[in-house]
């Protein structure tokens, strides 16, 4: 093994991307598998120029269902293993993802969304949250971090392999091509010396061992009753780690008449918002979660308990506003959507939508 | 092999490898799978390498193959049992990775992830059953039909006009992959030969030469809706002619 990683803590700047494969590096990740999509690709550039100081591998492979279903080879021998995409991409991933929720494999996927549908543009958007919390012909037995920072980049990069390793559900860094190509500073650190434990993988098959007990892992079910209890198996397993996983943040909801409801980037537009407007004296409050798979429904119910009206904006047409409603299916509170499918949104935006209120 | 005698009855010859909980197999009488599967499963056993082996298979009639060995096995999706395997092998190179599947998984829906293992030239082994249609799925024309062979979506023969000449998927890998390849095609119509194909697959990747792609040409009599006669005909006669029997690349061994 060459240096250390990551000693100490460094003050750095740099891209969205370059911070998830630090991350990778810190996670104390083996593999990645790759194959090229604006825009993730400086994921696959930084780890390829890490990877050989910190003996770790890459393999680029034919397309995003290849990469997809390596990854899960790597994960099944047991190494930590992950790749990266976006878009398009995603879409030709969730084959694999599906596979992972049916056989519990812990996958880690990094998403950096771009706009959709189809090609689209490679810049950014928001509209690949549905597809990465529900993609597959399954129940979304996955989790998802929705980061807003570079700095969550890299905490949440680190968390997920946790996180998966765990729990055994796939698992996704949901960012967006704001945070993937922008520059901004962040603390990268050695998790271990920060006295965090990183979950340790375990080979599901091809241990060596002489006269070991061999293992039949299978997707397929000859009968409805088989595949109805793997499938309620799984989701009570998964019912039982959502309260343990699910992040969300808030503030001032408690005395807010109107609530900002949003997450990924677009909460740091609106936690802006919320500040400017509180200075002025507003009862406005904010919502985000970070987890928008298993979605804090429990904590946003109880948040918009006092409020008059919600303003839910996203860079969609209407996929946070969805979970917001199942969220809060039977409450009377008003719910305001400012939707913009592949643009970005601003304070200034929010702060006008919500004079328009 | 196991004990032959059983309370003074001979019992069935089964390789040590196979997983003896599973069988009699799931396969139709008359299918080729089973021929296939115990060509390999003697060549593991004789190569001793059951413990190391990682066996995937793919969706289609190969999948029934999932519990079928006594090794750690995978059933994976259709046409991603070489990705699934390539992603194995590159994170643990001690496994011996074999890769199952049938025509329609190799050269249709993962004839993608087929031609860049060879050019990548991974150190796993792939082994397909050619039986010339998708016979779980009922009997479609896949790849491999043979041309004015009848189907369910070619009811009036294969027209190869429309659909384009039988894929030669040896061929294919023997073109492209780098030195180190072995590249064969055996029949059921001769295990003996077939085994020392697989069994010279097996050795190549533990030897870490390169990609070992064996095709082995089988039957399909519950949807070519033949007989035994017809079958073995069939198999023997227009399947040979067209996809020609032997070896394609052998790796030169250094010497010393």
Known sequence: ?357 | MQELKENNVLQPAMPSSWNEESKPHKFCPGCGHGIILKALGEAIDELGIKDQVVFGCDIGCSLLSWDFFACDSVQTHHGRTTPVITGMKRANNEIIGIAYMGDGGGYAIGSQHLFNAAVRNEKITIILCNNCNYGMTGGQMAPTTLPGMKTETSPYGRDIEQTGAPTKGPEMVAAVAPEGAYVARGTVANVRQAKGFIKKALENQMAGRGISFVEILSGCPTNWRTNAKQTWEFIEKDMAQYFKVGELRVPQVKEG
């Open chain 1, 1 to 357: 093994m060459a240096e250390v990683s990551l000693k100490g803590e460094q003050r750095v700047f740099m891209t969205g991307n370059e911070a998830v494969a630090w991350a990778a590096v810190a996670a104390k990740v083996d593999i990645m598998y790759g194959y090229p999509i604006t825009p993730q690709n400086e994921i696959m550039h930084y780890w390829t120029r890490l990877a050989p100081k910190y003996g770790k591998r890459f393999l680029q492979v034919e397309d995003e269902i290849s990469a997809g279903f390596t990854t899960l080879g790597g994960v099944m021998s047991g190494r930590k293993a992950f790749t990266a995409t976006a878009g398009p991409g995603n879409v030709l991933m969730q084959e694999s993802a599906g596979m992972a929720e049916m056989m519990r494999l812990p996958i880690v996927y990094i998403i950096q969304q771009r706009g959709g549908p189809s090609t689209a543009t490679v810049i950014y958007a928001q509209q690949e949250t549905t597809l990465t919390c529900f993609g597959g012909n399954g129940e979304g037995h996955r989790i998802v971090y929705s980061t807003a920072t570079h700095q969550e980049l890299f905490d949440y990069t680190i968390k997920a392999f946790n996180s998966a390793w765990t729990y055994r559900f796939p698992t996704f860094v949901l960012g967006d091509g704001y945070q993937a190509k922008m520059r901004e500073p962040l603390t990268i650190y050695d998790p271990e010396e920060r006295g965090q434990t990183l979950v340790k993988p375990v080979a599901l098959v091809g241990e060596n061992i002489k006269g070991k007990q061999f293992k039949h892992l299978r997707n397929t079910y000859n009968t409805e009753d088989e595949l109805y209890e793997v499938v309620m198996a799984n989701q009570r397993d998964w019912d039982a780690m959502a309260p343990k996983v699910v992040e969300w943040d808030q503030k001032g909801c408690e005395d807010a008449e109107v609530i900002f409801v949003t997450h990924g980037v677009v909460s740091r537009a609106a936690s802006t918002a919320y500040d400017q407007l509180r200075a002025q004296g507003k009862k406005v409050g904010y919502f985000r979660p970070i987890t928008v798979r298993p979605f804090p429904d429990e904590q946003l119910g109880a948040a918009v308990k006092g409020a008059k009206k919600l303003l839910v904006a996203e860079s969609a047409y209407g996929q946070l506003l969805k979970m917001v409603k199942t969220a809060l299916y039977g409450s009377n509170v008003e719910i305001v959507p400012m939707l913009r499918p592949g643009v970005g949104i601003t304070t200034e935006e929010i702060v006008e939508e919500y004079s328009k209120l």
